[in-house]
């Protein structure tokens, strides 16, 4: 009987160790299947990252743009207006405008009032000025919100 019990115990070792060497192989399949799908989700997540990255940028450069145009055609709005011109002319020949005979100070309360006009109408901006291109760059005109 006591033999009989031996190519029992043998047969158990046996399948002990299949058993154990089994659920090894099925862990490490487990631990590898786990390890690409993180890899894929982590690339997926990546690049999902970098297209909405990629995409939200071209739309702040094309808002930056759209901006930027806006802010010059301001400038040349405001360029164009008649008293842009005729103050320099007037500050060239001792404070009267040689065209239409405007004093520089009629020609500043003429701009001062378009300014503040612009500046109603156009809350982005908070203050407009005109500084002398000469060497003192003298502030001849200041509008403020």
């Known amino acids: 009987m006591a033999q009989a019990i031996s190519p029992l115990r ?3 070792k046996f399948h002990k160790h299949v ?3 089994t659920l090894v192989a099925i862990l490490l399949l487990l631990a590898s299947a786990v390890t690409v799908f993180e890899l894929q989700l982590s690339q ?4 999902e990252l970098k297209s909405t990255l990629s995409a ?3 739309q702040i450069s094309a808002q930056a743009q759209e901006n930027i145009e806006n802010y010059r055609q301001d400038l040349r709005f ?4 008649p008293p842009i011109s005729g103050l320099p002319r007037a500050l060239e020949h001792d404070g009267v405008d040689p065209l239409d005979n ?4 009629q020609w500043r309360q003429r701009l001062e009032k378009i300014f503040s006009a612009f500046l109603t109408s156009n809350p982005e901006y908070d203050q407009i000025r005109v500084i002398s291109a000469d060497k003192t760059a003298m502030e ?3 509008v403020d919100r």
């Open 56 to 58: 939200t940028g071209e």
């Open 140 to 142: 001849l005109v200041r």
């Open 78 to 81: 405001l360029h164009a207006t």
């Open 44 to 47: 997926s997540v990546t690049d």
């Open 10 to 12: 043998s047969l158990f």
């Open 19 to 21: 058993l154990l060497i």
């Open 102 to 105: 405007t004093t520089s100070a």
